[in-house]
């Protein structure tokens, strides 16, 4: 019963995560009751991969650093310890998720919620006049943020795991719209990141690296015609 809780829960936290805050907030909160409920009552053990644990671990510790070493120590660590429960959604998903079908339920969800958030985005540009559109972000720099994780994750999502071809082209399309996206949200800072992620894929992925040359390719000359 706890884990059909917790499925649909993170099935509501993907749905959110381009949209509301306070609902996936919600999410994690009642996330680690029942993981709890389920550690301590039925005594589980979570297996999660050692290497991915020691990132986590490095992250969390540098996180807690920066903040100690901040002009104001404790809201430096209040800040890290925002950012470090973000990462509880993981072991959500390590500790409850079961099946493969679960887990692309979950990546629909989560490119829905880009979908969203990137219309939104657009309508805000196109409709309200606003030349840095931040969807339902506070600002165009966390609007950037999110685009950047989408783009990535749908990508890599899309075409390493198994899809069908609506799927596999919804994502593909969600991709496309995040990065039309995050070139009119005018983030340079995002612009950089974006640059600097190809560039690290095409270097370190011998899989990806003609496709991605492509499509970025492909991508740039669209963007660059509707601009021009």
Known sequence: MIDKIMYFLLLIFALSTNISTGITSMAIIIGVVFTAIKLVIKKEKINIDKSLLIMISVFSIIEIIVGILGLNPME??????????????????????????????????????????????????????????????????????????????????????????????????????????????????????????????VIFSNMVRRELIITTVGICIVILTVFL
């Open 76 to 201: 430096g660590i209040k800040q890290a310890f925002s950012e470090i429960y973000r990462f509880l959604p993981l072991f959500f998903a390590v500790f409850f998720i079961k099946t493969k079908k679960q887990i692309l339920n979950i990546v629909i969800a989560f490119a829905l919620s880009v979908l969203l958030n990137d219309s939104y985005g657009l309508y805000q540009y196109l409709v309200l006049g606003n030349i840095r559109p931040v969807g339902f972000n506070n600002t165009a720099t966390f609007y950037a943020s999110h685009m950047l994780m989408a783009i990535f994750f749908l990508y890599l999502t899309a075409k390493d795991y198994l899809m069908n071809l609506i799927q596999k082209t919804f994502c593909y399309s969600c991709v496309f719209f995040s990065f039309v996206m995050l070139f009119l949200s005018g983030t340079r800072g995002g612009w950089v990141a974006l640059i600097i992620t190809i560039v690290a894929l």
